[in-house]
């Protein structure tokens, strides 16, 4: 079936998922100002998984807060698919958010009067729109949450929790799914079972993964790993290993 879906899929503009052209954001003015990013341009492929590397103030979240259409560039563009979200009003990136990316942040935003089921479910259904039964069921079973559906979030661990926010961010099949920092609340077992989950739904559903890390054994399940430093993309690694991207950051000063 992924086959059909690979080689039915014309090559349209949708195989860019999302992209930034000259982006530069800079908070604050004048004396005290801050440039966050300055002139990123960068694409991002569609059924691809990338990670976003640099040290810490590079510009990493500021990045990925103005793909996912959570903050805004000061100038310069950011399109999901070939929407140009500048085009957006506040309420249409709401809803562009909520219809067509997927996040999966370390605050796991659950809501706690919600079960577990309910959680995953919510962004479908307040969109109203149908999810694909057999999908969620192999969402919830790679994630082995079959027996913690009725839970509530205070009933479960971090890790568990931590796994319904990956279920939510995934039933969907959203355009994107934007991490940061994903495992970083998570323990190495639980942290390597979500990071191959990840590959195996860019791998199998063709899914789009852009994630934020500090940690280099997570960015080697990427496809690409791209760095940047003071705002600026400095450099890429394609197919990555954690040695190259560990000695890749020792250069770089991270
Ligand atoms: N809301 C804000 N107001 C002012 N400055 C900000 C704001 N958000 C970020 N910055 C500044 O912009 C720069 C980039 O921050 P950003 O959070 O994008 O970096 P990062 O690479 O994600 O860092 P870290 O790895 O520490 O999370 C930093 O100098 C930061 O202090």
Redesign the pocket.
Known sequence: MTETLLTETPATSHDVAARVVHAR?E??TGDSS????DGVSVTFAAGAFTA?M????????????CLAGL?TLSSGQAFIGGTDLATLSDAERTVLRRDRLGFVFQAFNLLPTLTAAENITLPADLAGRKLDKAWVDTVVSTLKLGDRLGHRPSQLSGGQQQRVAVARALVSRPEVVFG??PTGALDSKTGTELLKFLRSAVDELRQTVVM?T?DPVAASYADRVIF?VD?AVVEELAAPTRDDVLETMKRLGD
């Not at 801050?34 to 990013?37: E, H, Q, T």
């Open positions: 954001k908070y604050g801050v440039v966050a990013l976003i640099g040290p810490s103030g590079s510009g990493k979240s500021t990045l990925m807060h903050d940061d920092e934020v500090h940047l705002g």
